[in-house]
Each structure stands twice: as C-alpha cells, then as structure tokens.
C-alpha cells in the first residue's frame, strides 16, 4: 500500500483507531470481568466511540500535552466525548475537597518558600568577596533597568487571561486544582534548591547586602510581605539569593501552559501570543541581570516537563488504574487528585452563574444529571416496552 501524502495518512490511522474502539478483541483480556463484559473504568470510553452525538476534545495543536500523545492515548483520544454524557467527570465524588486540599497544598508551599527566601536573603554572598559568576548570556547583554519590571506586568496579564478562562470553562474546578498541585510542587522544589546553593549575585547593580532579620516578628514580617505580594518587585518587594531557579519564569510558563492546555484551537491567536510572552519574558528576566542564564533555563525545563508529565499521566487511563498501587505509592498525590479523571478534559466553555440570569446557555449541563442520564434513558424505554 502506496500512499504519498501525509494527510492521508493522517486520515487512515485515525479511522484504524475508531475501528480498534469499537472492537472488543482489540481490549486486552485483563479488561474484561467475569461476565466478560469491559470494565466500566473503559466502558464509557469505547460507548463515546460508538455515539453519533458526539464532539471533540478540541484541543489546540499548541498545547502542550498535544505533543505527548502516545499511542494509549491516541487510542482514547481518538474516541470523542458525547455533549451530555460525562461520567468521567463525577463531580460527586468529592472534587471540590480535592480543589481546596490543592490550594492548602499550595498555600502551605507559598509560605514556606517565601520563610525560605527571608533565610536566604539573610546569607547572600558579598559581591566584593564573591563577584558575579561568569555568563555568556548576561556578560555580553547591557543591563536594561525597566525590562524586570516589563515581565512583570507579563505576568499580571497573563494571570488575568487564565482568570477569565477559569470562569468561562466548565470543569475550572479541574484546572485550577492542577494548578495548584503543579505550582505547590514547583515552588516547593525551588525552596530546597535556594537553601542548599547560595549563589553570588548576578551583577553589581543590585543592592544585596545581608540583612539580619532578628526578632521573629520581622521574620513573619518580611515572610507575610513577599507572600502577599508574590515577590513582585513593582509592589516593593525586593529579595535577594533566590537564584536557582527563577520564580518569575515558574509563573509564565505554568500559566502559558495552562492557557494553551485548556482553551479550544479557536484561540490560535491567542496560543501565539501567550507563548510569545513567554520567551519574550524569559529574555526581559535576562537583560535585567536578575537571575543567571542557567536560573531561567532549569526553571523553563522543570515547570514544561512537569506539567507535560503530569497531563500525560493523566490523559491516560490506562496508565493509572483504580487497581493500581504502584502509583498510590509514588504519586499519593497525583493518585487521589485525578483518580476520577479519564481522559483529556473537554475544553466546554459556559456561561458563568450571574450571567445565567440574563441568557441561558445551551452547553450548562447538570453533572449529576449527566451521570444519571444513561439509566433514565434505559428506564424509559423499559416503560415503553410495558406499556406497548
């Protein structure tokens, strides 16, 4: 078999995996029970593939986890999501206790980072002992005063461009508990990595002289300080010794990733633009001599990765089943957050609550009701039957 273009084949290996959904043989047998029948972890995945009323994922070819698709994950990713059928999202089963246990986790790892760059800030290295280290990147680049402020301002208006899409997506209880998780552990990395290398200053246009913060009440002080602020030098904040990693590229790339995760390929323009904040940030970090090259480099790589690996994890239910102990034991976290999760979240946009008073939109559905809406309709016709 000869094909020449690439769209067709494309075109064949997504018809190969509807027929591989649609074929119980394809499963293998340790998804089947005892009445040989699938397990219901992917019995709604292969009942979506066999629905004529179905819609996309719709995901953006710029979101990350579009580049990790594997195999597994075509194959379910290939099986569409039916508008009112969503038993994989059980809001029931105590998603909002898992969205506030995601944000104490985050709190918690907030606090104790910025506890840690008050220790820090208290043990920077004299710049006329310990001069700045050599970088190819900031040796050869003048230093811009106002670019640290710029990335800044990318950072708040990138935070309320995620803000809005938290109200207008359906499952923003989802998506913001993953971020939560992703960040807490993030920072919470960043803590550790600070405390145990202090490293010089970067250049000498900093004034970073040790400051003894005795009393506990000016340690709870400055801590309480940087965390309401989130270290924001445009609120006054000013901390030093907090090189490796940088914060500042933590924060955009975790947001332009979610923006581009979880908005529809619609938002193209608006993909372009948050990857180019992004990198356009990065590189504002480095002309204001605020953090090494390597700083801005490592914090990039760990926050994509862990945020593609997580997703991945996620996306594929294969790879963490109910029955799996393993990964209760490795990732408890992971394990008892996106144990009801299935599949790629659905990028669902509704209208938020007190818009719902002035136009009533036809994507609301009732979750409840949507897990329930497979054994009303199997009543119904069982009704009919005795009726007739």
Known sequence: MAIKRLVDVKKLWYHICLLQCQQKKFYPSHLFNNQNELNPLFMSTKQQCLDDDVVEHNHSSLSPTHLLDSNTHNIYSSCKIHAEEKPIFNASRGEKRKLLVSFIYALISGIWTSFIMVVVHNRVPNVQKYPPLPDLFLDNIPHISWAFSVSEYIIVVMS?????????HKYWNIILRRFFALGGTIFFLRSVTMLVTSLSVPGHHLECTPLQYGTSIEIFTRCLQIFVFQGLSIQGVRSCGDYMFSGHTVVLTLLNHCITEYTTSDFYVVHLISWFCNLFGMILILAAHEHYTIDVLIAFFLTSRL???????????????????????WFPMFSYFEKNIQCMVPNVFRVPWPLTLFRVHEDIVDDKQSISCDQNRCNFHKQKRKND
């Open 307 to 329: 945020f593609l690996y997580y997703h991945s994890l996620a996306n594929n239910a294969a790879l963490h089943s109910r029955t799996d102990t393993r990964l209760s034991i």
């Open 160 to 168: 309320l461009t995620f803000l809005l899409i938290l109200i207008f």
